[in-house]
Structure formats: C-alpha cells, structure tokens
C-alpha cells in the first residue's frame, strides 16, 4: 500500500511521466505564457490584413494605414469617421493561430490602446466584449465613460489617449485605466459567459472621428492589478522537471552539468561515453551521490565504503569477491571514471533510467522510467509546424543539459569576463583588436586576407546606405549586418574616420525605420544584429547625441517588439512565422539579434536586457535540436548555412561577453555538423538539396565561427585554405575575426558518409575541390517540411570534372509570397522537379507529405559503396516500391536500381535533371557537356520502357505556373513505363568505356 501512494504523489509531481513498465504518454506542455491575440503596429504581410480583424464602415470610412506596409512613410494608426446612419466598427475575435496548436484559455485579459478624437459628436463603444458588454465609451459630448459614469477625460485633442481596460472573467471585473491610472472598477453585471470571444469598436451614434493606435488584446496568466502587468514567459517555470527530479540525480551525455535535486551543478571533467554507457569522474560521482570513492594507485582499486573495486571490475568485501561488474571504473588522462549506472545499481543499490537517443540517464532510489518508443530525433519529425511542441523527454533531457542562466547569473558573468562598462564587447573586443593588428606585422597570411577585407571596406564607402524595402511581400530587401561590420570594423583596426562616419550614416539610416518588420521575424532579428554590433564597435567614435539615438531605436523599436514574444506577444503579429519556439533557421536570427541587442545595451537597462538573454538562450534550444544525431540540417545545405552564419554570431557573442554559450554549444549532433556539411560539398558543386541554389564553393563564411563555437578548427581550416587559394573570394569581417593560423585542413578518410536522420549519403574518391573523380550524394529521410521539396531519394552525380545530375533547387519565394501559389504546385518543389519517379502523374506533388524514409541498408569498402530505401508510403498508386544507389567499377560508376509492385496498370516515370547534352541512341542517353560525355544504360523488367529527352518543364497533369523558373539551362532525361505486378528499372551512369550495368536484387547489394 505504501508503494502505491509513493507512485501515486510521484505521478501527482509529474502528472505526465508514467513509471515502471509504463511508457510516457506523448502530451505536449506547450501552453505556457500570454498570448498576443491582437497587434494593430504590425500586420500580416501575406493576406495584407490583420490578424483576428474584420471590419465595416456601412457607407462610414474606415483607414488601415497599416496595411500599407511597406511604405515607410505609412501612419500605422487606424482611422474610422462616421457621417451616416450606418454604425461604423471593427471587430477582434479572440483566436489562436492554428499553427500554435494550442487550447489553453486565458481568465484575465489586458485591452490597451492609444486613443482620440478631432471631432466630437458620435458615440463609441470602444472596448465591447464579445459584442454585447461595452467597458469603456467615448459619448457625444467627448468624455469617457463606462457603465454610465463619466471619467471626466475628454479625448477630442490633437494629443493621444492612453486607455487599459484589465478583465477579470471569473470575476467579472474590469478595471479602466486612464494614461496609467485607475479610473474606475466595474462588475460586468450582463456578461453571463466565461469566455471572452471577441472586442469589438463601434461608432454607434452620432458623427464624428475617431482614432485608435497601438491597439492590443493580449491573454493573460496572471491578473493585471494596481497598473502593473506581470508577464508570464513562454517557457514556463519547469516546474514539473524539477518536481520530478526532487528526490533524483541526472547526467546527459552531452551537457556540462548533472542535476542533482533539481539543481545543477557544473562538472569538473565532460562525461565519458564508451561501451554505450556514461562514466563520470570520480569527483563528480562523488558530489552526485555523495559518495567517497577513493583510487588506490598501487593496487589499482577503488575504495568505496567497505569496498573495494578492481579494475577488473571484481567487487571485494572483507576480502572476499562478492561480485563481477560487467564494466568497473577506466582511467584516462589520469583522471578516474566510473560507469554511472554499473555503479550507481550494483554498488550503490539505485535504480536507473538511460535513453540511448537523447543521451539521459536518471539515478533514483526507486524504480524510475523514461522511455518513450514513439520519440524521434527533431530531424525525422514534421517541420512544417511552426510551434515546435517538446514532449516530456524534450523537457526533462534540456533541462538536464542547459543550464538556462538567471539574470544574476549573467550580471556575474559579464564582471568576470570583464565585459561590464566597456565597448566594444560582442565579439570584437579590446584584446581581439590588438591581436589582429599583431597579425597583420607578423603573420603573413592574415595579411593578405585583411589587404582584402580592406579593398571591400573601401568600396563600402561609396554604396549607399540601406534603405526601408522589399523583395517580395514578406522579405525585406538588403538589410544585413555585414555593411556594418566592414566599416566598423575596419574604423577599428585603421582608426580611419571615413569608416566610423559611413558607419554613423548607415546606422542612422536603419535606425529610421518605422519598424523591421516583425511579421516576417528574421528581419527583425537582422536589424537587432545590425543595429548592436554597429552601436558596440562605433561607440568609441560616436557622439553621446549618436548613442542615445541609436540607443532609443535599438531598444524600443528594435529589441522591446522582438522581446515581447518571450512572453507570448507576439503570435498575432504578422504571419505564422513569428514565433520563438521554431525549430527552424528563423529562430536562430531571431535570438542571435535579440543576443547581440541586450549585450550592446545591457549596461543601460540591466535587469530587461538579462532577462532577454536568459530567454533567448533558452529559445535557442529549439534550433540547437536539428543538429542531433549527426550534424544534418533538414533545410538543405543553403540554410545550414544561413543558420550557422548568425547561430555562429550568436554562441561567439555570449562567449566573448559571458565567456559561456550555457551548454547550447554541447547540443547533440553539434559537434558533428562540420563533417556533415563537408559531406555535401562536392567538385563540382554542392548537393543543393531543397531550398538551396546550386553552386560550387569550398567554404562558407559560418566556417570560422562554428570552428570557435565548437572548440573543431576543421572548418576554420578549411575556410582560410579556401581564401587563401582563391583571390577572387570574398573576404569577409567574420573571416577576419575568426580567422586562426591554420595548417592544412585534416579531412575525414573516409570516401563514404552515411548521415544518420537527415538520411544522407554520400561517396567520393578523395576531397579535393579540383578533382576529376566521382561524388556521389543523395537524401532520403523527410519527404517534405520547412524548405524541403517532394525529393526523397533525389541525387546529384559529378565526374570527370563535370555534374551530370542536377538539383535545381530552390524556387524564386515570390512565386509563393507575391503571387500566392502552393509549395506542392511548383514545379521545382514537386517530385517531377527531381532525380526521382513519378507514379500516376496528377496535380498531386508526387510524393507524400510527412513520411520519413529511413536508410534500410548501405555498406562500403575500398572501390564500391551501396545505399537502399524502402520508398512504399511515398507513393500512393503502389503496392511497394524498393531502390537503391551501387557505386562500383573503382568509384566510377552509378547505378540506380527500383523495384516496384503495382496491382493495377501503372503509368511510371523517371527523371534525370541535367544541364548537358542529351542524345538518346541505342537505348540508352549520351551526356555531353564541355567536351566529356558519360552513357545512361537502362534495363527494366515485366514493363514496356520509353526513353526520351523533355524539357524541365511540369507534365500536362501538373498546376502550371507562369510566373515559375522556366528552367532553360536544363533537360532532363525521361524513362516512362508502362505495367503492372512487379517490375523493375535499372539506370546505370558512367563514363562511356565501361560497359557492364549490375542488375542483381536489391536484397543481394553487398560490396567486394
């Protein structure tokens, strides 16, 4: 009975974690925070409208400003004038955005708005609940009133108004506040619902005007009282980890910290991993258990209480061997481990919970479980969802891994790191500025990248500043960080004033901006970047009247706005892209600007700035969840490295300035991820996968700064061996201030990388960005999501110095952001766009949606490699459908292999995209391109086969698109099938004198 209620007030703690031979139930805890439901300062630039807004003048006029969202010269108020009978409004319902899949309801509210009125005459109800309960009217005579009591404050003024009604619904209470103080307390006597559902505004009665700016309807979890609003974050309190954890200790694989008692304490040696369990060192096993386990050198044992323990793992009480460990303590470096869960059950009589996925082991007195079957790395999940929901493993394991510093944590941080009153401060820094101008006397090679870098900072100076427009309906175009960084940094290193006043002059113009745009919220991350780093490294050379002006638009137009939605006021601004709980690129720019603001500014505004950095390095965790297991990124190579390029910002920052990424640089897979982007670099070309352009690099400028955040100098390596062997590569200042005296880059031996969960695979005979000799990559994995196309199985072939098959990549974003078309009805996001078949060919895109497509089987050896996929839930009109890639004659040759079942006649194409010559002859395709051509051989079985050229183009059953890429450049080659039962399609490529095509089962694959 005692087992039973000590279950039952365990569960009662962590209400969704089950024990013993229970699983975890997947419930979300996503719902935690305010939620913005209303936001008339920004817009949702798609539909150019607002969110959760209907309106109608009835013959009145009614002026959306606003909506003329990318004049910068816009009023952003919303103007309603009444002249005829009709009743003039706008209404707000209370919904969530879908994507936040969230139904929590919320008992308190919080309406606020700047009012007035020119001209007095007709009555307004301008707060009214769900249609029918108005709180607060503006009458005939020009004053304010509510439930009959005039306010005594008249709003026909040329001067603004500000109103808050705070709504208590369980109580049924709503306080009016008038510019910040209370004016009356009200019972809303007819309300009989306990939901708010809408706020409407109406002009009622009567003519005249009237305006309302920053008008906002925001849920709240605690009641607004005596004028002050607590905000609740929208990462909750961890409450249920720490509950859960009270009586518990917990290490992870990866992090820097155990938790014990649901405190954290730092180690003092990184966990070991070896023979698939976690060693800790003795003194760390020693805090965590608090037990005194002494090494005895002569005898090569450990003392620990009355026993003794051999490295043989034999267990001796009062002399005598009691017990065989199956693993005992290792010695490396010195330094005593012991196997955490060996120990902690057999010699400490615990009980252990370990994920082998996340890494997390959990040490309790009783029985403890936290397995979950269905969970998956973040790499296999759907990410299309905007809101990315952790489940109970999520939560537990990050709260074991990061530390999540509090605000007194960070102001000590930024003392002993020195960081306190001084500028600059992120990234570049007195010391830093000292060293490079060291390098540029006494290390030749720096020296000729900053003689570049130079050459660009001088060009800067004649290119004009960056102005407040568009690309498209979403993008901003032009605004970056990087202008700002050459001038300013080159003011640093030459002290040349023409620097500093070009800087001051692009600062000046972005800090101009109405705003930056926060509906599409890396741009408002971008600008927070710009605006901090410009602000940091200038600050020597600006004027006390230039701070404060740079000052004021960085923290109230720049960083409040981004800020507000680490307390969920920012969902109805814009489209669903503002959110800061993304898994996605997005969220890295969004933190990594919110990072650089609060460090510029924090000296100004200590306890907001803090606050903003503990928050934002939490929200990072959500970016820092795509690297696991190996370092892939679902979003192509492009957008790896568009997020490397600011995550890269972000972890250098918050190192240079509180000499700690807080664990967020230990994240699984991150240490891995150089590898992994190296795997898609190919000769001739990366393997542009998704939304990525083709093109042929050798690094890219994240390199440097995921070297440093990593503590790996691969990258590094890589990217200045890359600049210097070309001198027509752009030097970058993140090169600069990156940059490390590097020998030659040590790339991996291996010729065969398979990528685990980002499903890629790869093979190639050597590294050399010059060579001759075969890449080969492909990807299966998640058939769709963020920036990902209907491509699973797609690849890309190079050889004799040339690619022959093509990705063609990413689609121009107008055609979905301007001209409104779907991912899955362009023609480059569609299954035909690719290396890949098409069943049945239709409107539909080709392939499923939301499937993940593991790797069955691959092997390699010294001349041959092999990868196999089970594609059947991609393809509707199938029974199955097998492939697989065979790389063979000495790493020369590809040969692709489908083994499809159908019980119907089926119509079945392949599609090779290429920019080469095609001449079909013989039965098969020559490829000619620069003079060297290979052979495409074909052989299919129970199917009638036709092999033609097309033109990249969409079949006639596809969504046609004018205004796509009309794919020029390309053909592709076409085999079409015909059959039914099962069949089977075997396309071998390869240089033209070998001959022989491998047309074995796939089931038989195995390399020599």
Not at 299 to 321: C, E, F, P, S, W
Request: net charge negative.
């Amino acid at each position: 009975m005692k087992r039973v209620l000590a279950l039952i007030l365990i569960i009662s703690f962590f209400p969704n974690i089950c024990f013993a031979q229970n699983l975890w139930q997947n419930k979300f805890s996503n719902d935690y925070g305010d939620y913005l439901y209303f936001d008339s300062s920004e817009v949702n630039n798609l539909k150019r409208t607002y969110n959760n807004f209907t309106c109608s003048d009835n013959d009145n006029y009614i002026e959306l400003s606003r909506l003329d969202y990318q004049n910068k010269d816009r009023t952003d108020y919303i103007y309603m004038e009444k002249s005829t009978d009709g009743e003039c409004w706008i209404n707000i319902d209370i919904n969530k955005n879908y994507r936040a899949r969230s139904s929590k309801k919320y008992d308190y509210f919080l309406l606020e708005a700047d009012i007035k009125s020119e001209v007095k005459g007709a009555k307004t109800f301008i707060f009214m609940l769900n249609g029918t309960t108005p709180v607060l009217q503006l009458h005939t005579d020009g004053y304010l009133y509510s439930k009959g009591t005039k306010l005594n404050k008249s709003i026909v003024s040329t001067e603004w108004t500000n109103v808050k009604a705070a709504v208590d619904i369980p109580n049924k209470l709503v306080d009016i506040y008038i510019n910040g103080a209370l004016a009356i307390s009200i019972t809303l006597v007819t309300f009989k619902t306990d939901e708010l559902t809408s706020v409407k505004t109406n002009m009622v009665q009567g003519n005249g005007n009237f305006y309302i700016d920053n008008y906002r309807i925001t849920g709240l979890d605690f009641k607004y009282q005596n004028g002050t609003e607590q905000k609740s974050s929208i990462f909750g309190d961890y409450l249920n980890e720490k509950k859960f954890l009270n009586d518990k200790t917990a290490f992870s694989r990866y992090g820097n910290y155990f938790v014990r008692g649901n405190e954290h304490f730092p180690l003092s040696e990184k966990v070991l991993f070896e023979n698939g369990a976690i060693y800790a060192s003795a003194d760390d096993f020693k805090r965590a258990f608090d037990a005194n386990a002494v090494y005895d050198k002569t005898t090569d044992t450990v003392l620990l209480g009355n026993l003794k323990i051999g490295a043989d793992g034999k267990v001796y009480q009062n002399g005598k061997v009691t017990k065989t460990l199956e693993k005992s303590f290792v010695i490396r470096e010195n330094k005593v481990y012991f196997p955490v869960d060996v120990f902690c059950i057999e010699v400490l009589g615990k009980k252990t919970a370990y994920d082998e996925k996340t890494g997390l082991i959990v040490i309790a007195d009783s029985d403890v479980s936290i397995s979950n079957d269905n969970w998956d790395y973040f790499s296999m999940r759907d990410s299309s969802a905007r809101i990315t929901q952790f489940n109970n493993l999520d939560l537990l394991n990050n709260f074991v891994m990061y530390e999540r510093p509090t605000v007194q944590k960070l102001y000590d941080d930024a003392i002993n790191s020195g960081s306190l009153n001084v500028h600059p401060r992120i990234i570049l820094n007195a010391q830093k500025i000292d060293e490079m101008k060291e390098n540029i006397q006494t290390d030749a090679e720096f020296k000729k990248l900053y003689d570049r870098f130079m050459q660009k900072a001088e060009a800067k100076l004649k290119e004009n500043v960056t102005e407040y427009e568009f690309s498209d309906n979403i993008r901003m175009a032009k605004l970056s960080a990087v202008n700002i960084m050459y001038l300013a940094l080159a003011w640093n290193l030459t002290g040349d004033e023409r620097y500093l006043e070009k800087g001051w002059l692009e600062l000046k113009s972005v800090a101009e901006f109405p705003d930056y745009n926060l509906a599409s919220i890396i741009f408002s991350g971008i600008a927070n970047e710009l605006l901090a780093i410009g602000y940091d490294w200038l600050y020597n050379g600006l004027s006390e009247q230039r701070r404060e002006f740079i000052e004021n638009a960085l923290f109230n137009k720049a960083l409040k706005p981004l800020a507000d939605g680490y307390y969920g006021r920012i969902f109805a601004r814009g489209d669903d892209w503002s959110t800061l709980k993304w898994a996605s690129n997005m969220n890295a720019v969004a933190n990594t600007g919110a990072i650089c603001a609060s460090a510029a500014l924090f000296d100004k505004y200590p306890d907001y700035c803090l606050d903003v950095i503990s928050k934002a390095v939490q929200s990072l965790e959500y970016t820092m969840v795509m690297y696991a297991p190996d370092g892939a990124w679902n979003e192509g190579l492009w957008y790896w490295h568009y997020c490397a390029t600011f995550l890269g910002v972000g972890l250098c920052a918050l190192k240079s300035v509180f000499s700690s990424t807080y664990g967020l640089e230990n994240a699984q897979g991150f240490d891995k991820t150089q590898y992994a982007v190296m795997a898609l670099i190919g000769p001739c070309g990366i393997n542009n996968f998704g939304d990525a352009e083709f093109e042929k690099v050798s690094s890219y400028i994240s390199f440097g700064l995921i070297s440093q955040c990593t503590g790996n100098d691969f990258l590094g390596a890589v990217r200045v061996n890359s600049l210097l062997s070309n001198e027509n590569e752009t030097v970058l200042p993140v090169d600069i201030l990156s940059y490390k005296k590097h020998s030659d880059a040590s790339y991996p031996n291996e010729k065969v990388t398979k990528i685990s969960c980002g499903e890629i695979f790869t093979a190639r005979k050597d590294y050399d960005i010059n060579s001759q000799n075969l890449y080969f990559s492909t990807h299966f994995g998640t058939s769709s999501g963020y920036h990902q196309h209907n491509d699973t199985g797609t690849f890309v072939y190079d050889i004799l110095g040339e690619r022959w098959a093509e990705d063609l990549g990413w689609e121009d974003y107008k055609v979905q952001n301007t001209y409104g078309y779907s991912a899955s009805d362009i023609y480059r996001m569609r299954a035909e766009g690719h290396n890949v078949l098409v069943i049945n060919p239709s409107s539909e895109p080709g392939q499923k949606a939301k499937r993940f497509v593991p790797i069955k089987n691959y092997g390699s050896s010294e001349n041959e490699a092999f990868v196999t996929a089970d594609l059947s839930e991609l393809y509707e009109n199938s029974q199955s459908v097998k492939m697989g890639y065979f790389i063979g004659d000495n790493m020369q040759s590809v040969t692709a292999r489908y083994e499809i079942e159908c019980s119907e006649n089926t119509e079945i194409y392949w599609f090779m995209h290429t920019k080469a010559d095609i001449n079909i002859e013989n039965g098969g395709a020559y490829l000619t391109k620069n003079g060297k051509k290979i052979y495409l051989r074909f052989e299919c079985e129970n199917a009638s086969a036709e092999i033609s050229k097309m033109k990249a183009e969409p079949l006639p059953t596809s969504p046609q698109i004018d205004v796509q890429n009309k794919n020029t450049e390309y053909s592709k080659v076409a085999v079409k099938l015909m059959g039914k039962g099962k069949m089977t399609l075997t396309v071998k490529l390869s240089p033209i004198e070998i001959t022989n095509i491998k047309n074995d089962s796939l089931d038989n694959w195995k390399t020599e």
